[in-house]
């Protein structure tokens, strides 16, 4: 049986796509796509040694979780959060790399620290001022089923709010060619277990062998397989579009996502915000 909760709200960057205001409209098909590079902001609430030592990754995650937590009623600082990517911050993975290869290896302490897969939720708690716990997952390409699977479990089973915040960004050559992720995508949601006045969806998730929702755009179906966080896109396509119903989401091999979808309206009785 299918696990429901409320989305209260959502962040989101990836190309061509600055905030879920303005994704909406596209996921909904009322404005085009148009591909851009994705436009990462600063990493606003970090002091300024921190911020000096953040790279796209970071930068990234705290972009989609502050858009998100900004639409929501919660308060960062008690949100408990979950953070799912396929891997750590390519860039800095390199120059480590890089450094490791040279005659005199030196290893920046800098590097070292960012190098950690749960680097991005430390940066959080620093920024957001969370004292809550934070888990850290990654399944390479099913990453975002596997936040998403917690999240939603997690808030369902604490009976609280959780955050959700799922990002990939790519690395450089000669990994790029081993591991092609084009443009950094990030995804961010507040997950309720009650809906609310802010709430945009109610959604299910159960496990299935049913094949993938795909994205009917072709730049857009190329946008879901370019990055892990990205197949969420039909999820936020149906959303976007109001619309009650199913939609398949890529996790493992042969194992996938059904997330059932309602306009909160139609299940809570809270009257016309689930597009808002």
């Known amino acids: 049986m299918p696990q429901h909760v409320y989305i209260e709200s959502i962040g989101l960057l990836g190309p061509g796509l600055n905030d879920w205001a303005q994704a909406r409209a596209v996921l909904a ?9 994705t436009d990462l902001p600063p990493p606003a609430g970090l002091p300024a040694a921190e911020r000096r030592r953040t790279g796209p990754t970071v930068r990234l995650a705290l972009g989609v979780g502050q858009q998100a937590v900004a639409a929501s009623g919660c308060d960062a600082a008690q949100l408990p959060a979950i953070f799912a990517s396929s891997s750590a911050d390519g860039f800095n993975f390199h120059a480590i790399c890089e450094a490791l290869a040279e005659p005199d290896p030196l290893m920046s302490p800098t590097r070292f620290h960012n190098s950690v897969h749960n680097a991005t939720a430390g940066y959080w708690s620093i920024a957001s001022g969370a004292m ?3 888990n850290v997952l990654c399944a390479m390409d099913g990453s975002l089923g596997a936040g998403l699977l917690e999240c939603v479990l997690q808030a ?7 955050l ?3 990002y990939d960004t ?14 950094p995508f990030g995804v961010a949601l507040v997950v309720t277990p009650q809906p609310t006045s802010r709430s945009v969806a109610r959604i299910g998730v159960a496990l299935t062998h049913a094949p993938a929702t795909v994205m ?8 879901r397989t370019s990055a892990p966080a990205a197949r969420v ?3 936020l396509a149906a959303i976007a579009r109001g619309e009650t119903g199913s939609v398949v989401l890529d996790y493992l091999d042969g194992l996938r996502i059904e997330a059932e979808v309602a306009e909160v309206a139609e299940v809570a009785g809270i009257g016309g915000n689930a597009r808002a």
């Open 170 to 183: 790519g690395y450089p050559e000669p990994l790029h060619s081993f591991r092609p992720i084009p443009d």
């Open 156 to 162: 369902s089973a604490d009976a609280e709010s959780c």
């Open 164 to 166: 959700l915040i799922a």
């Open 29 to 37: 098909g009322r404005v085009p796509y148009a591909h851009a590079p």
């Open 132 to 134: 809550r716990t934070s």
């Open 233 to 235: 896109l039909p999820l």
């Open 216 to 223: 009917p755009e072709a730049a857009l179906e190329t946008l």
